[in-house]
Nanobody
Framework: QVQLVESGGGLVQAGDSLRLSCAAS????????MGWFSQAPGKEREFVAR????????YYTDSAKGRFTISRDNTKNTVYLQMNSLKPEDTAVYYC?????????????????????WGQGTQVTVSS
């Protein structure tokens, strides 16, 4: 089992950058694929980005491509989401999540159901 704690959210202006961090407990962090999801008020939680166990393979939702970068440091048990050129529509609570299944199908890697462990979320607010 792993516990996840996000940090780095805040209030920024459009065009600014933020780096979210997610610290994981436990010794098995390197064996989990890690993802970031966002949930805006009144909306469902949506996939943002995913990094494979070794961070060699990454996935992004279309709105994040070119602006956000997911990375991980397995020596620090931490996954990051670098968010650049932020827009008001990026305003949401951002959650990190861990997928312990080493055989998750590509078609399911963006699904909330593939992630067994979740953090408590960090609020990102982008003003126009």
């Amino acid at each position: 089992q792993v516990q996840l704690v996000e940090s780095g959210g805040g209030l920024v202006q459009a065009g600014d950058s933020l780096r979210l961090s997610c610290a994981a407990s436990g010794r098995t962090f390197s064996s989990y694929a890690m993802g970031w999801f966002s949930q805006a008020p009144g909306k469902e939680r949506e996939f943002v980005a995913r990094a494979s166990k070794g961070s060699g393979t990454t996935y992004y939702t279309d709105s994040a491509k070119g602006r956000f970068t997911i990375s991980r440091d397995n020596t620090k048990n931490t996954v990051y989401l670098q968010m650049n050129s932020l827009k008001p529509e990026d305003t949401a609570v951002y959650y990190c999540a861990a997928d312990p299944n080493s055989r998750t199908k590509d078609s399911l890697k963006t699904s909330r159901d593939s992630y067994a462990y979740w953090g408590q979320g960090t609020q990102v607010t982008v003003s126009s």
